[in-house]
C-alpha cells in the first residue's frame, strides 16, 4: 500500500513539473524578438499594448528601450521599478510620438537569458488592421538593435520585425471608436490587463500550494512508513525473547 501511495505520489510530481517546463519552454518560444500584444484594443481606439522585450545579448543586459508611436492623443507608460520613462510629443500637435524607458543607475535592467514587459495605455490608435510600432532596444555594452523591418510581401519573417499589432475593427454601437472617452477605456483595458496578471499570479501560487501538500503526504507516508517498521521490529524482538525463556 505505501510503495502505490509513493509511485502516485512521484507521478503526481513529475507531471506537475513537466507542466511547468512546457510553460517556460512557451514563454521562450513566444519571446524569441520585441513584440507587441494588445487584445483589448480596436481600430480607432484606446487601450493597453505590452512589449514583451526578452534579452538576446549574451553578456550585456538590456538597460534602454524605445517605442515610436503613431501619434497618439494620449499615451501613458505604466509604473516600472527600476526604469524611468520619458514620453516624447510633437511640439505642433502635442501628439505622443514616442517613449523611452531607462534602467535607473544601480539597477539590473533585463538581465542576460531574462525578459521584460513594459506597458501603455492610450489612443486612439490608428483605423488599421496592421498597426506597426517600431522598437529600439539598447544594451549595457552600447550596442543597440533595431527592430523596425515590416513583414516581408511573402509573409517571411525579417530578421529584426518591428512589433506589430492586429486590430479588430471596433463595434459601431459601442460608441464612436469604439469608446465614449479614452480616460474610460484606458481605465478598463488597464483592468483588464491587470487582471490576468492577477490570473497569472493565483496559477504560480496554486502550482506552489500543490508541490507543497505533495512533500507534506511524502513527508507522513514516510513517517507511517518507518513506524509500521518500528512496530515489526518490536513485535519480532519481543518474539525472539519469549521463545528464549521458554
Known amino acids: 500500500m505505501t510503495h502505490r501511495v509513493l509511485r502516485r505520489c512521484a507521478a503526481t510530481v513529475a507531471a506537475v513539473a513537466l507542466a ?10 513566444a519571446s524569441a524578438h520585441v513584440s507587441a500584444s494588445a487584445p483589448t484594443l480596436t481600430q480607432g481606439g484606446y487601450g493597453v499594448v505590452t512589449f514583451v522585450v526578452p534579452n538576446e545579448s549574451d ?11 503613431p501619434n497618439l492623443k494620449s499615451a501613458r507608460p505604466e509604473v516600472m521599478s527600476g526604469w524611468r520613462s520619458n514620453v516624447t510629443t510633437d511640439p505642433a500637435t502635442e501628439e505622443v510620438t514616442s517613449i ?18 513594459f506597458r501603455i495605455s492610450g489612443g486612439p490608435f490608428p483605423e488599421e488592421e496592421t498597426v506597426m510600432l517600431p522598437a529600439t532596444q539598447t544594451y549595457g555594452d552600447g550596442e543597440t538593435v533595431d527592430w523596425t523591418q515590416p513583414m ?5 519573417e525579417p530578421e ?9 475593427a471596433a463595434d459601431p454601437d459601442a460608441g464612436h471608436h469604439g469608446a465614449t472617452t479614452g480616460s474610460a477605456t484606458d481605465d478598463s483595458a488597464t ?22 501538500a505533495l512533500g507534506a503526504l ?22 525472539g525473547n519469549s521463545d528464549d525463556n521458554a
Open 152 to 156: 516581408g510581401a511573402d509573409g517571411e
Open 59 to 69: 553578456t550585456a543586459a538590456t538597460t534602454e528601450l524605445t517605442v515610436t508611436l
Open 191 to 212: 483592468t483588464q490587463a491587470a487582471a490576468a496578471q492577477d490570473s497569472t499570479d493565483d496559477a504560480a501560487r496554486w502550482l506552489g500550494g500543490i508541490g507543497l
Open 100 to 117: 523611452t524607458w531607462t534602467a535607473l543607475p544601480g539597477t539590473p535592467g533585463v538581465p542576460v537569458g531574462e525578459f521584460a514587459q
Open 160 to 168: 529584426h520585425p518591428a512589433p506589430t499589432v492586429t486590430l479588430p
Open 20 to 29: 511547468a517546463t512546457g510553460m517556460l519552454v512557451g514563454v521562450g518560444a
Open 218 to 239: 511524502g513527508a507522513v507516508v514516510g513517517v507511517a512508513a518507518l513506524t509500521r517498521s518500528g512496530r515489526r521490529t518490536n513485535r519480532g524482538g519481543e518474539k
